[in-house]
Structure formats: structure tokens, C-alpha cells
């Protein structure tokens, strides 16, 4: 230690930066750390551009993602048009509607007028929508397990309505809430289709909810064929007033 | 090649400019880096983080003499090296009631080498140090401090008189005589 007086404050700065490196440690590798520095440089620049890949890759596969459900949706709705009884077997054999049927559990049709009454038949786990005439007035139709025999009134719930107007097309659809019914001919059944709620009997009397539809009225009537898998219902959309 | 034509020709993305730089500047920086985080390799470490912060913002320096181009690169290393003690929660500053101010007696102290000071500075715990360090090494008040590190005014002040008490234990075991002073 030195022995020297030199009367000025004590600058603790320029002391310590006098010193050139370490004291007792040994001297600085710079080339090892320069080649970690550029290493790093030169890496982060990559990671940037593999963070630029690979958000495009998203981007795209996000984009094929959403196209392809999408596209499955729309198959999945697909519509049945139905405006007679008679084209009811035919839209049935249609294999996009068995696959409507596979992946909806139900059947979309397409109704096209405003006075119309729709026949609905329900045969085991398959339903059939068929209307007398064109109709505009579009429902989803959501049909209740019948096999759920503990329940006193089945109801038919019938969502609202879209709003009408004459070049739209709009899409209805009845499902089972519960099971997935089987899709048969009106005419496969045997039955008269009447509203005679007197009819039913013995059987359970199904009542369509929501009947304000745009002012048109709906009525359901069930008639059984003894299996109680099976009911038939008669929707009847009224213009109006 | 004066540190000028470096700063330029690094901004134009020459590695060998950039090299030259670090060259230049990496002893003096781990110095700084040590002051504040004892160990070496910690230190060396933090040294290449502050380069590489320095090399990616040249282009927003403005050359006007070395001696701003040398306090922007510490500045760079110094808010490293907060980063990395905030990170190891090394801060366990509370709020104490300031201590009696300490003065160090300066001529004993400047019987020390710089290796000697450099040692009883890197010896005292990472909270004085950190405050000694801002205060008497980098001129910052007490005010900076407290904002910098997140902590009150007079934790700034205690800690740097705890800092200094410190030293003068370590100084008289050197066998360095010193005074007390009382402001209070």
C-alpha cells in the first residue's frame, strides 16, 4: 500500500476505471466471446425468420381449418326440398341427405310458400318432413324422443321464424332432440294424415310450440301406428291477417 | 480505424467493424458488468446481451464523440445488469430509517490501488453495492435511484450508508483509518 497524501476528494471513478481488466481472474477470452455474439446475432436472425414461416404455416392451415368446416358444415345442412308428398321418397334415396342424416341427427327442408300444411312422419329413429304446398315460413322443428314414454304431452318445439320476403330462400329443419329417427315415405305408413286430435286416443298428443310465427298458426297431431316409435304430424302454416 | 468509422461501417452491417467495437469496448464493459454482478460468468453473460442490445440499436446512435459512445454502452450493460439482479430477485431492499452518512477518510483511500477498490466495492452485499455503485460511481442521486431500482429515497440513502460503513470495516481491517461523520 501506498503511502501518499494527495489532498483531493477521492474519486472512486477514475480509480476503478484505471483498471484494464479483472484483478486475479484471468484476462477476457474475447474471440470466444466475440463467436458467441456473432452466434447469437446470426441466430436470433433465423429464429425471426422461422417465427415469420411459421406464422404463415398457422395462417394457412387456420385458413384451409376454417374453409374446410366450412365446406362441411354446408354438406352437413344439406336441404331437402320438400313441396309434395310424392318427392318425399325421392329426397330420402338422396345419399346427401343419409349423411345429413348420419352427422344432423335430423332433416333440413326448404319451404317455399305462404299457406301450406306440412306433414311430418316419424317412423322409429327417422323423420320425414313433406309439405302439401310451396310454402316461405321456415321453422326448425325439433322432434322429442318418443321413446321417452314417462312424459305426458310430447312437444314439438319450433323455433321462430326468419324473417319472409319473396326472393330468399330459408332453411327448416326437423331433428330429434334426443335420437336420431329414421326417414320413411309418408306412404310407407299406411295413415290418413288428419288434425282430428281425436284421432290420437290412446297416444300421446303432440303440441307445436312457438305459433306466433310471423301471425301463422301451426298445429300438430300424432297418430301412432301402434309401435311407439311412430307418429305422424300435420303442421299447418297459415297466412296472416 | 477511429471508434467513429467503426460506428459507421457497423451501420452499414460490416462484422468486422462490429468485432472491432467489441474489441474496444469489452474489457472496460465487463469491468462494469462485474461491479454490479460478482460472479464472472454471470458477468460475461450479461457483457454479450448488452452487445448484442448495442449492435441491434446502432442504427439509433448518433455518433458525436467516444466519450458518448462509451457512456451509451454502459448504460446499455449497467440496465443489463439491473435486469438480470431483478430477475434473481437479488433486491431485498426495505424501507429502513436512514443511517448517520459516512465519509470514508480520502486519503487512505487513495493509498488503495485500483484492484483494492475494485475488490472491497465487489465484496458488499448485491443491494449496497448496487446503490453504491449508482451513487458514487455513476453520479446518479438518490432520486434516480429510488426510481430505478423501485425503491424509496431513503432506502437509497440508507443503503448507501450502510454501504459505506461497510467498506470502512473493510478498510480497517486493510488497516485504513477513517472518520465518522454525523450530518444528524
Not at chain 1, 471513478?13 to 474475447?30: I, M, R, S, W, Y
Not at chain 1, 306433414?119 to 304446398?133: L, R, W
Request: charged fraction near 25%; aromatic fraction near 8%.
Amino acid at each position: 500500500m501506498k503511502e501518499t497524501n494527495t489532498g483531493k476528494p477521492f474519486n472512486w471513478k477514475d480509480t476503478v476505471e484505471q483498471l484494464n481488466q479483472l484483478p486475479g481472474e484471468p484476462a477476457f477470452d474475447k474471440g470466444a466471446a466475440w463467436d458467441k455474439l456473432q452466434q447469437r446475432l446470426h441466430k436470433k436472425t433465423n429464429t425471426k425468420k422461422i417465427i415469420w414461416y411459421r406464422l404463415s404455416a398457422a395462417c394457412l392451415l387456420i385458413g384451409f381449418i376454417t374453409t374446410a368446416i366450412f365446406f362441411t358444415k354446408q354438406a352437413a345442412n344439406t336441404v331437402v326440398v320438400v313441396s309434395h308428398a310424392k318427392q318425399i321418397k325421392e329426397a330420402v334415396l338422396q345419399p346427401s341427405i343419409t349423411q345429413n342424416e348420419n352427422k344432423n341427427n335430423g332433416i333440413t327442408g326448404l319451404l317455399t310458400d305462404t299457406n301450406a300444411t306440412i306433414h311430418v312422419a316419424v317412423k322409429k329413429d327417422k323423420v320425414m318432413i313433406a309439405a302439401t304446398t310451396s310454402i316461405t315460413d321456415l321453422a326448425k322443428v325439433e322432434l322429442p324422443n318418443l321413446k321417452q314414454k314417462k312424459v305426458p304431452a310430447t312437444e314439438m318445439k319450433i323455433a321462430a321464424p326468419f324473417i319472409t320476403d319473396t326472393t330468399a330462400s330459408y332453411t327448416a329443419s326437423a331433428s330429434a332432440s334426443m335420437k336420431k329417427l329414421k326417414i320413411v315415405h309418408i306412404n310407407e305408413l299406411g295413415l290418413p294424415i288428419e288434425r282430428e286430435t281425436s284421432v290420437a286416443q290412446n297416444h300421446q298428443l303432440l303440441f307445436l310450440q312457438s305459433n306466433h310465427l310471423n301471425n301463422r298458426s301451426l298445429v300438430g297431431t300424432q297418430y301412432p301406428e301402434g309401435n311407439s316409435n311412430t307418429a305422424i304430424f300435420s303442421i299447418k302454416l297459415s297466412s296472416p291477417k | 480505424m477511429n471508434l467513429q468509422q467503426l460506428i459507421k461501417e457497423a451501420k452499414q452491417g460490416s462484422s468486422a467493424a462490429e468485432k472491432c467495437l467489441f474489441d474496444e469496448m469489452a474489457d472496460s464493459m465487463l469491468l462494469v458488468c462485474c461491479r454490479y454482478v460478482k460472479n464472472r460468468e454471470d458477468a460475461e453473460e450479461i457483457l454479450l446481451d448488452g452487445f448484442f442490445k448495442f449492435f441491434k440499436n446502432m442504427s439509433s446512435f448518433q455518433f458525436q464523440q467516444d466519450a458518448a459512445l462509451y457512456n451509451w454502452v454502459k448504460k446499455i450493460m449497467i440496465n443489463e445488469c439491473l435486469m438480470f439482479l431483478r430477475k434473481k430477485n437479488s433486491f431485498s431492499m426495505v424501507t429502513e430509517k436512514e443511517a448517520d452518512d459516512v465519509a470514508l477518510q480520502e486519503d487512505a483511500l487513495s493509498n488503495l490501488s485500483a484492484a483494492e477498490i475494485f475488490s472491497l466495492i465487489i465484496q458488499l452485499p448485491v443491494g449496497y453495492r448496487t446503490v453504491f455503485n449508482l451513487s458514487v460511481m455513476e453520479d446518479m442521486d438518490h432520486k434516480e435511484i429510488a426510481a430505478l431500482l423501485g425503491i424509496a429515497e431513503g432506502t437509497s440513502r440508507s443503503q448507501l450508508s450502510k454501504a459505506k460503513s461497510l467498506l470502512q470495516q473493510m478498510l480497517i481491517q486493510k488497516g485504513v483509518t477513517y472518520e465518522r461523520n454525523k450530518y444528524r
